[in-house]
């Protein structure tokens, strides 16, 4: 029987490094967790039962595109995403902050209506409450639910950052208060702060004082360099419960998530196997593969030699080579699929070398091997 | 065992309608039999594993496109298109001159030298003679093979027909002659002649003197009316051999290729399917979809409640319409592949209504209903 309530075990760390097990009543995340991103209700290119195949948990959905389109009142017609989609896994909604500061035409954030923004798709004004954004993520029926934050743009500036902050907790207060109590779905803080130790600090702290079922950190992944990345992960995870699942949002590469699990997050999330797969980009462990070049032309070996996943090992070089010159769609199917049954590969060798206690020497070796 | 050398057996008839068997050594194809169209090393969408649980026995591949890209060279290298595309089964090939005659950017005819063209992807001066297409069609390791002919676009113009039946009669020569022994392969001629009955006569004599495998029907489908198209087939199929297969080809709409079958044709293939399930229209057995209409924005139902393939039942009409909305590449693949699906249910019923002597009703029951 699966457990009814959400619910997270920390099993065992290395040094910082933790294994993890998140129970939902969809299913059991296991964590370091990759969680592959279906903007749209679809996670461009792949079939759900392929999906399933790589061994992936749990996969996203964007608040934001899926308000704009079906729209709530399909989503409420189909009893929410799972069914609408054919994924009767898991699903986490991001709250749309970071798509409305980055997709939309227009945007104005106000501390106490919310974030008013044009449509992308039709220009329409739409008024994102707090509370809105909870009861969009409901009608999705998402299984973890992300608080709406201000997420502001890379920037030093201390005073739009300390801003975001408190226009951040006052929406997450709101947000708690509008999830009420449902123990069998997650509802997550979402930090932020930018690159500063202090603001991060305070950020958690008043997330903490809230209480919320996990923490994310935002405001990540938006154009710092990945050590500074890691100079304020290692810094920040100080200050998060060890009790409850640490999200990074919208990371990243294989080098970024291996670093950020060394110095303590459980998720990931991210568009960069899927994107690459629909640009000829392979992740493999003999690093990354650039299917576009003449150089593959030829080659007649396949990504993956063992890899039996949906026959994959039958594709050469030379043919994806061939389908992505010839804008075939089969080129995108195939390498995405690739991509993410890598990712997916990548995150349970982490988690086999946290359990065996060598995760270390696992991080050494591919901390840069991927960039 | 499977039989190593290229067969064909008729087993019954009701009327004209013929039920039929194919032997090759790489795989038996049920006659009345539909092809997916693979254009370019992929039938567009649909990985060949899928393909293959839709009961497709045979595809085609398209030796104009093929010999542009990848090239003869790499073809070989992969040791012909079943390897480099993974797919096992059997493969059709066409010549390439319908695809000359239609995309290229200048074409000529020299009954001597064979068909002068310029590439659509570069611009580059080819030739393909008669003996090239042949040589080409073996590098792919086509198991059946078709004669390179002159198909000429829709006219009413005799001298026009009469000079391209002769000139496919000279270049149907020298095929068979560059085909040479090879009874593990077939090869078939092509018939031209339009909408004309005694061109049609004298265009299979010539073919039925050389002798082939099997006959294909060319110069159909080009924009003459359906009527027209089977008031010629009713004639010309009465000048063919019983003891071998017949191919209409690029044909096409359910009701085209029945009433095909009704006047004595086996074989068929068409982009139909697939081109239809990149632009949201499906076939069903309640008729044609357009799946763009919003009035299937809130239908729950599938396509068919009953096809289990994939789990495409579990798909709605609604998650299709947002997908197409979206331009979501799971539009295209859903939709390809229900409706490769249903070509093949469609083939599979007239089987069987031909086995079973109710073919007539069949017929009448669904000629006039995806029009």
């Given at each position: 029987?699966q457990n009814?309530k959400f619910s997270f075990e920390l099993i065992t760390q290395n040094d910082k490094a933790r294994l993890g097990k998140i129970s939902t009543?969809?299913g059991v995340i296991d964590t370091p967790a990759f969680m ?19 061994g992936t948990q749990i ?31 898991p ?53 973890i ?41 997650a509802?997550f ?24 079922d996990g923490y ?21 995870t100080?200050?998060l419960p060890k009790s409850k699942p640490r999200y990074l ?8 998530i291996l670093?950020a699990v060394y110095y303590g997050i459980d998720m990931f ?75 997916q590969q990548f995150m349970s060798e982490i988690r086999k070398n946290i359990r065996s206690g060598t995760f270390t020497t696992f991080y ?8």
């Amino acid at each position: 029987m699966q457990n009814q309530k959400f619910s997270f075990e920390l099993i065992t760390q290395n040094d910082k490094a933790r294994l993890g097990k998140i129970s939902t009543p969809k299913g059991v995340i296991d964590t370091p967790a990759f969680m592959p991103v279906g903007t749209q209700g679809t996670v461009k290119g792949i079939f759900p039962d392929d999906i399933l195949k790589t061994g992936t948990q749990i996969i996203l959905g964007n608040t934001y595109h899926l308000l704009l389109r079906p729209g709530i009142d399909i989503l409420k017609k189909f009893n929410g995403l799972h069914k609408f989609m054919n994924w009767n896994k898991p699903i986490l909604t991001d709250s749309g902050g970071y798509q409305i500061m980055s997709l939309s035409n227009f945007n104005k954030i106000d501390k106490d209506i919310g974030a008013v923004f044009k449509s992308h798709i039709d220009g329409k004004k739409i008024i994102l409450s707090p509370e809105k954004s909870i009861q969009v993520q409901k009608s999705i029926n998402s299984d973890i639910i992300m608080v709406l934050d201000e997420c502001p743009k890379l920037t030093n500036d201390k005073k739009i950052l300390s801003r975001a902050i408190d226009v951040s907790k006052h929406w997450a207060e709101r947000c708690k208060i509008e999830f009420g109590h449902d123990n069998s779905k997650a509802l997550f803080g979402i930090v932020q702060g930018g690159l500063f130790k202090d603001l991060r600090e305070e950020s958690i702290k008043n997330l903490v004082n809230i209480g919320f079922d996990g923490y994310a950190m935002g405001g990540l992944a938006v154009g710092e360099s990945q050590s500074e990345m890691f100079k304020i992960l290692s810094e920040a995870t100080n200050f998060l419960p060890k009790s409850k699942p640490r999200y990074l949002m919208g990371v990243g590469t294989p080098s970024d998530i291996l670093g950020a699990v060394y110095y303590g997050i459980d998720m990931f999330d991210c568009v960069l196997p899927t994107r690459s797969g629909r640009t000829g980009l392979a992740f493999t462990w003999q690093g990354k593969i650039n299917l576009k070049n003449s150089k593959y032309q030829k080659d007649t070996l396949p990504l993956d030699e063992s890899c039996q996943l949906k026959g994959l090992n039958q594709y050469s070089k030379g043919y994806l080579n061939h389908l992505i010159k010839s804008n075939e769609m089969m080129a995108s199917m195939l390498i995405s699929l690739h991509n993410i049954n890598f990712y997916q590969q990548f995150m349970s060798e982490i988690r086999k070398n946290i359990r065996s206690g060598t995760f270390t020497t696992f991080y050494k070796k591919y901390i840069d091997y991927f960039n």
